[in-house]
Nanobody
């Protein structure tokens, strides 16, 4: 039904930058909130950043001032600009979207497959 596809991950040196993208496709009526999560080996998945339908954003403390989340509603896409990357940012990053499909009456959560971000020299 709905597919979320992430892109932009890769290997980057400490202090470098990456820009992640996640595009949602399918019979989407509307998208409410969108967010980025990450999971490092041996760690639980954690919320990195979230952006609501009204554009309001939130970030976990460890990325504040370094990461910026944004969305393009016309393209059903959410972005995560990551600056001043640190080795501790290494993880699989996954996007999430709460959306309403045609024919549905409620919002449901959908997840992408994830993209690897590795910060290392």
């Amino acid at each position: 039904q709905v597919q979320l596809v992430e892109s932009g991950g890769g290997l980057v040196q400490p202090g470098g930058s990456l820009r992640l993208s996640c595009a949602a496709s399918g019979s989407i009526f509307s998208i409410n909130g969108m967010g980025w999560y990450r999971q490092a080996p041996g760690k639980q998945r954690e919320l990195v950043a979230h952006i609501a339908s009204d554009g309001s954003t939130s970030y976990r403390d460890s990325v504040k001032g370094r990461f910026i989340i944004s969305r393009d509603n016309a393209r059903n896409t959410v972005y995560l600009q990551m600056n001043s990357l640190k080795p501790e940012d290494t993880a699989v990053y996954s996007c999430n979207a709460r959306l309403h499909m045609y024919g549905g009456t409620v919002y449901n959560d959908y997840w992408g497959q994830g993209t690897q971000v590795t910060v290392s020299s």
